[in-house]
């Protein structure tokens, strides 16, 4: 046999080997730590292990990422695909699925989002975003065939989250209150405040009152405190858990929807100007 004939012979047998051994330890995606970790069960040397990266990408094996980390390919017969929220996490540490994306997960909406949320503590930045002129928010990044948005908050607005199995991938998502929570806490994202009040009147028995209340107590802001409890009151939440954020002081005036005009009636209660062009009533 010729050098290149035994050259091809290794490679492929230990590509494969790789691969499997990535797969069977349920590592859709993974870092190159983690192929040099399981690469020394099956015999890659160290000194090699770039090239076979490398030689498998090429072959269509693995796709990479970003630097230094991969995800096996799609329709590789007996190995595991990357759930699109597991190649989310690759993409970013720490992060949790939010937006869209959770509300959908748990059953808060029948919208399918096109675009999956990544919220996250850290300041990123994406290859599109690298050698712009303007850096703008949200940033996206498109990873096999799957687009994402990054936001970025403070770490004191990075809570809530849960770990969820899909698969063989773990995944960090915000937890059905949280998902919520944003809709009132940053309600341009969902296109107005209504749809947050449209799911609390929709699911209102299905949430756990008192972790909405504490989530919007941690948030820390007073008008978004303010603005849950408004729509709690408003579908019909029992008194107890309202009266806890209508007690949370606010300074000033501020609107109910801040995507719209701040006019209409002033609600005193709450210390909101009720800007929806139909309120709901209480019940």
């Not at 797969?23 to 020394?40: I, L, S």
């Not at 050698?131 to 809570?159: D, M, N």
């Not at 504490?214 to 820390?220: D, F």
Request: glycine share 10%.
């Amino acid at each position: 046999m010729d050098e290149d004939a035994e050259n091809g012979r290794q490679y492929g047998g230990l590509g494969v080997a790789l691969v499997r051994a990535l797969a069977e330890q349920g590592r859709a995606t993974f870092t190159v730590a983690d192929a040099r970790a399981a690469g020394h069960s099956v015999g890659v040397a160290d000194s090699y292990l770039s090239v076979l990266l490398h030689r498998l990408q090429r072959a269509g094996f693995i796709r990479r990422l970003k630097h230094g980390t991969y995800a096996l390919a799609t329709g590789l017969p007996g190995f595991p695909e990357a759930h699109s929220f597991a190649l989310g996490m690759a993409l970013v540490q720490p992060s949790a699925i939010s937006g869209w994306a959770a509300l959908n997960h748990h059953g808060l909406t029948e919208q399918i989002p096109h675009v999956i949320t990544l919220t996250t503590p850290k300041r990123v930045v994406t290859p599109a975003m690298r050698g712009a002129a303007v850096r703008t928010a949200p940033s996206t990044w498109r990873v096999a065939g799957q687009t994402f948005e990054i936001v970025t908050v403070v770490p004191e607005h990075f809570f809530g989250d849960e770990e969820i199995w899909f698969g063989d991938s773990r995944v960090r998502m915000f937890d059905r209150e949280r998902a919520l929570l944003d809709c009132f806490a940053l309600p341009r994202r969902f296109g107005g405040i209504a749809e947050g009040l449209g799911i609390l009147e929709e699911h209102l028995q299905q949430l756990d009152l008192k972790r909405l209340v504490a989530h919007a107590q941690r948030y820390g802001k007073a008008a978004v405190a303010r603005r849950v409890g408004y729509a709690l009151e408003q579908v019909g939440a029992p008194t107890e858990v309202v009266d806890v954020l209508q007690a949370v002081p606010m300074q000033g005036v501020r609107p109910l929807d801040p995507t719209k005009p701040a006019k209409g009636e002033r609600n005193r209660r709450w210390g909101l100007v009720e800007n929806l062009a139909s309120p709901r009533k209480p019940t």
